[in-house]
Each structure stands twice: as structure tokens, then as C-alpha cells.
């Protein structure tokens, strides 16, 4: 059972990597985003480093939620997730599988990016590591919430917009406790608290989302 | 649905005095089955049964319910009313026992056109039926496909990906096949090479279920068919 875990995890890198437009997209998307802002904003830096938690989460969230679309898209449409129904491994364990390897790839390029985008911001170094925590413990919520709402639109034609829909009020609590924790950090007032509460979320998100996405992709193909 | 009071159509087994294979405990039997899609009903009342050594061709024109059909049988789709059972007991709760028993090919095969055709199938029997690496590459050879194993499949042809899934059929498969339109793209040998394969596969105790508008030359001897077109009301 393990052994599918790992083909398949093996098998999704595989095709990322002879496929990196997708890859690199959403990070693309990511890095353009944030450097709007003070092009927008105007390059006080006072104010773009008090703004930073804030934009950086934001654009995060957005870049994860383009990424998402795709994550079941090309399996759907090629018979995959027929496979994988009918299978005699429980379908919860194929989706974590699945979502961890969309992470591996796109959630963890995003984390590794984000510091140097931070810093463009204005955010101070000593912010860096509590960055990377809170994205480390958030963006792992973020694909794996979105993967239900994923399942759910993958039989529609035009699922995007209604994905977004669906899947940004469910981001709100991270949203809230990830930037909550960098405001926190830059005002130099203990961030464990927000931490905790981050990893209970993932820890939440781990155990029960696989089970709502594997229903959701039986709905889908059973369309 | 004006079809309510019409008797239950069964499709007795082919009558030839050889087959007494469906007189066994079916294995795969449809009761009463009805579905209905956009408000339309593509059949109704609808009963088969399949045992051992049995081959059931669904044909029928475009939109008649095939695919929908099969899909039901796999235990895809739920019907609008009606059952379908494996060896007796509703398909929805036994889905570990349909998982060892079936092979299901739909019409998009679940075939990779990034991965080659050995990455596509080592993952394929990863997921339903352990097979070794020599025994993968006996099957691209026995569907012709020597020399292309290391191939992204996307540069295959349309025949010889469809030739990638159906090299499944060639590895330690369950009895139960359920093939959506298996000769698709096939060339006439690659036809000839598979109705072949699907008659000595009943000859062996198998069962296969397909659909496909072609007239199959070579059958079994539990050979029947099953024209949807005659079913609706």
C-alpha cells in the first residue's frame, strides 16, 4: 500500500518535470504579483513593510488557488481517476499522495521563493523564519483544502471561477493566522501561539481532507 | 417510462447446446436496471446476467446508453433504479471484491501521453494487479509494441496507445473484463490479434462485457449480444 503511495508520488514528479510550464506558472504568477505592489503602492518602504504579511499571504493564497485547477484536470480527462476508482487501494490514500506531490512541487517552490520576495518588500530579516514557519504549515492547508474543491469542479466545463468561489472562504482562518503571525513577528510579540494554531490546522487538514476529496472525485466520475 | 408495464426483458444465454455456463451462480447479474440521463431515460428494466466463460457485446446506435451501460456494470456510475450484484450481493458493498475481480478499459484508457508506455503500465498494475517488469514488456511485445517501451506515448499513434492499454489484458488479469469500444484505432490484425484474445479468454473462464459497432469474426462459444437500440420505449 505504502509502495503505491511512493509510485505514485514518483510518478506525479515525473510528469511535472517533463511538463515544468505548470510548475512554474503559479510561482511566476507569485513573484509578478507581489512586485506590482509597490509599483502600485509607491516605494515607501514604511508603508509596503507594513503592508508585506498581508500582500505576501494574499498573493500565496492566490498563486496556490491558480495551481489548483490543473490538479485533477488531465487525470479526469485521460481516464486516470477511473483507474483509481475502481482500484482496490482506498482512494483517500491515491489523493494524499497526489496532493502531497502538487505541494512538493508547487507549495514548497513557493515557500523557498517567498523570503527573497519578503525582503523585496522591506520586511526585516529577523520576520524571515517565522515567514517560512507560517508558509511552511500554511500552503499544505492550502492544497489540500483546495483539492476538495478540485474534485468537486473537475466534471465542469468551466470549473475555475467556481472553484475560487467555493475554496477562498476556507482560506480565510490561514489567511488570518499566517499574516496575523508576521504582524505579530514585526511588532516583536511572540508568534508560538499563531504557530500552534497553523500546525493544528494542517494536522486537521492532513486527516480529513483526503477523505472529502476522494468523495468528490467519486461524485465527479460517477457524473 | 411509458415501459412500466412491459415484462422484464431477459437475454437468455446464446442457445447453443454446449453452454450451460450461465445455469452457474452468475457472476455479474443486472436486476431490473434503469438509468436516465438529462431527463432522458436510455433504458429501462433492463436484466442480464453473466457467468463464467461469457461474452456480452453491447451494441446499439450513438447515445443508446452503451457507455452509460458499462459504466453501471463497473460500478462508475449508480443506477436510477435497479441493481446491480456481483455474485448476488449489491455492487456498492463489496467494492474490495469488484477491485480483485474487474479490468476495467474505458474509452479514455488512463493512459499518459507524458509517461512511456512501460512507466504508463508499471503504474497501472501498481494500482490493480502486481506484475513484474519482464512480465510488462512480454505484453507491449505480444501487442506489438517492442522497441517502443521507452516511448512517451504522445508520440505514439492513436492504435498504438490504444495497443498500450490493452497490453493490460496480456498480464495476470482478473476474470472480469469490461472493455468501452477496446477496438478503437486498431488495425485489422490488431482487430483479429484481440477478438482472439477475448474468445480464449472466455474459453478460460473469463467474462468479458463490451461495447463496439464492429461485428466480432471470432467468438466463443458463451458469445451473446445485446442491442440497446431494441430496448427503448
Sequence with gaps: MSNVFTLLVAREARLLFRRPAELANPLVFFAIVIALFPLAVGPES???????????????????????????????????????????????????????AHWLFSGLALVL??????????????????????????????????????ALTVGLKRGGLLLA???????????????????????????????????????LAVTLTPFATAAGLAISVGE | MQGKNLPPRIFSPAPSPKVSLS?????????????????????????????????????????????????LLAGLMQPTAGDVLL????????????????????????????????????????LHQPASRDA????????????????????LSAGQQRRVAL?????????LWILDEPFT?????????LERHLAQHCENGGMVVLTTHHTLANTPDGYRELDLGQQQP
Excluded at chain 1, 490538479?71 to 476508482?85: A, P, T, Y
Excluded at chain 1, 482560506?171 to 499574516?179: D, E, Q, R, T
Excluded at chain 2, 440521463?37 to 446476467?49: I, K, N, V, Y
Design chain 2, 167 to 175: 497490453a493490460r489484458l496480456y498480464l495476470a488479469a482478473p476474470p
Design chain 1, 46 to 100: 514604511q508603508l509596503l513593510q507594513t503592508l508585506s504579511p498581508g500582500l505576501i499571504w494574499v498573493a500565496a493564497l492566490l498563486a496556490v488557488l491558480l495551481s489548483l485547477d490543473g490538479m485533477f484536470r488531465s487525470d479526469f480527462e485521460d481516464g486516470s481517476l477511473e483507474q483509481w476508482v475502481l482500484s482496490s487501494h482506498p482512494l483517500a490514500l491515491l489523493v494524499l499522495a497526489k496532493v502531497l
Design chain 1, 165 to 203: 468561489l467555493l475554496i477562498l472562504p476556507l482560506y480565510i482562518p490561514v489567511l488570518i493566522l499566517g499574516s496575523g503571525a508576521l504582524q505579530a513577528s514585526l511588532q516583536g510579540l511572540p508568534v508560538v501561539g499563531y504557530l500552534l494554531w497553523m500546525a493544528s490546522l494542517a494536522a
Design chain 2, 23 to 71: 445455469l452457474n451462480s452468475p457472476l455479474l447479474e443486472a436486476v431490473a436496471l434503469a438509468c436516465e440521463r438529462d431527463w432522458r431515460m436510455l433504458f429501462e428494466r433492463l436484466e442480464l446476467r453473466l457467468a463464467a466463460g461469457e461474452m456480452l457485446q453491447i451494441s446499439g446506435p450513438n447515445g443508446s446508453g452503451k457507455t452509460s451501460l458499462l459504466r
Design chain 1, 113 to 150: 521563493l517567498a523570503p527573497l520576495l519578503a525582503l523585496m518588500l522591506g520586511l526585516p530579516g529577523h520576520c524571515i523564519p517565522v515567514l517560512l514557519m507560517t508558509l511552511l504549515l500554511g500552503t499544505p492547508v492550502l492544497s489540500l483544502l483546495g483539492a476538495v474543491g478540485a
Design chain 2, 185 to 193: 484505432a486498431l488495425d485489422k490484425a490488431g482487430v483479429a490479434q
Design chain 2, 136 to 155: 510488462i514488456w512480454q505484453a507491449l511485445e505480444q501487442v506489438g509494441l517492442r522497441g517502443f517501451e521507452d516511448v512517451p506515448c504522445h508520440t
Design chain 2, 87 to 126: 455474485n448476488g450481493q449489491p455492487l456498492a458493498k463489496q467494492r474490495a471484491e469488484l477491485a480483485r475481480n474487474l479490468l476495467w478499459i474505458g474509452h479514455a484508457a488512463g493512459i499518459k501521453g507524458l509517461l512511456t508506455a512501460e512507466e504508463n503500465l508499471i503504474w497501472l498494475c501498481a
